[in-house]
């Protein structure tokens, strides 16, 4: 089993910054995917960014050029660099990895954490 511990989640005005972490720990085999999901209220969850192991990215469009996303293969971390927050960037920020445990090795499975809350309002 693999846990997602996030944190960083805050209020903060427009136009403001903000870094969201997320650990991942457990029975990790390996790490393929990494990436931050958000949920607004009344909306679908959608995602904001992700980054495979070898590094490549991909962005939504509305975040491109503002957020920014890293990882530490060698702590199983992911971080989120948020800046120019607006305020349709309010949402529950949720990190997701797809990972493999020992006993599964090459069957990879999605895992979600708890989620925090990003509020941007002056």
């Known amino acids: 089993q693999v846990q997602l511990v996030e944190s960083g989640g805050d209020l903060v005005q427009p136009g403001g910054s903000l870094r969201l972490s997320c650990a991942a720990s457990g029975s990790i085999f390996a790490i393929n995917t990494m990436g931050w999901y958000r949920q607004a209220p009344g909306k679908q969850r959608e995602l904001v960014a992700i980054?495979?192991?070898?590094?490549?990215?991909n962005y939504a469009d509305s975040v491109k050029g503002r957020f920014t996303i890293s990882r530490d293969n060698a702590t199983n971390t992911v971080t989120l660099q948020m800046s120019s927050l607006r305020p349709e960037d309010t949402a529950v920020y949720y990190c997701?990895?797809?990972?493999?445990?020992?006993?599964?090795?090459?069957?990879?499975?999605?895992?979600w954490g708890q989620g925090t809350q990003v509020t941007v309002s002056s």
């Open positions: 980054i495979t192991s070898g590094g490549r990215t």
């Open positions: 997701q990895t797809t990972a493999s445990s020992p006993e599964t090795r090459l069957e990879f499975y999605d895992y």
